[in-house]
């Protein structure tokens, strides 16, 4: 159980919604348990962490890693974080600032919000367009259109837009122009995104 999507065995009445959901044929991956009852795994190596089967399983049987864990530990530790929030952490905080204000007492530095990345994503779109003459482009905002891309339609590549996404830009622009010292933790609803942030290029 090493990859970021997993099933919780125990859990799993191999109903099939996660197969049904999915955008990727081999990720989920059938067998028999050591109780000889059916059972759906994830494929790690053909998963995209879309997150799909964890909404579509009613059982909860689906569940994701996340860091949050070593957020809070390094804060105890006194380690310097700050905090980019994506604009979808409105949606599922409904008391976003109250969240924001228990953080900062925890000792969370700044605060920023990923749409100032949008802000830097759109106007190097626009910049890339002009400079490389492109009619049309695939935006990377989300991971799993990139992970899809990658692993099963490589073809896709050159359609991709030169440009990080607005998380990526935000951060770049944290580090390059504010430069902003100490680790930066991002809050977000979204899965995938742990990919991006943990891919080398």
């Not at 059916?38 to 879309?50: L, Q």
Request: a negative charge; one cysteine or more.
């Amino acid at each position: 159980m090493s990859g970021r999507i997993f099933t919780i065995e125990e859990k799993c009445k191999a109903c099939n919604k996660c197969i049904a959901v999915c955008p990727v044929d081999a990720a989920n991956q059938v067998y028999r348990a050591y109780d000889r009852e059916r059972k759906v795994a994830v494929g790690e190596r053909y998963c995209i962490s879309c997150g799909a089967c964890i909404k579509a399983c009613d059982h909860g049987a689906r569940d994701y890693r996340d860091d949050t864990e070593r957020f809070f530990e390094d804060l105890a530790a006194g380690e310097k974080i700050h905090l980019v929030a994506a604009p979808a952490a409105q949606v599922n905080f409904p008391q976003l600032f109250r969240l924001f204000g228990w953080l900062k007492s925890l000792g969370v530095g700044n605060i920023y919000d990923v749409s100032l990345g949008a802000d830097i994503a759109t106007w190097a779109y626009l910049q890339a367009k002009k400079a490389l003459h492109l009619d049309s482009m695939i935006a990377q905002p989300c991971p799993s259109i990139v992970n899809y891309c990658e692993r099963y339609l490589p073809e896709l590549l050159p359609s991709l837009a030169p440009i990080q996404s607005p998380l990526i830009c935000l951060a770049i622009y944290l580090r390059q122009v504010e430069h902003l010292e100490g680790k930066i933790a991002f809050l977000s609803p979204c899965i995938a995104k742990a990919d991006e942030i943990e891919d080398p290029q």
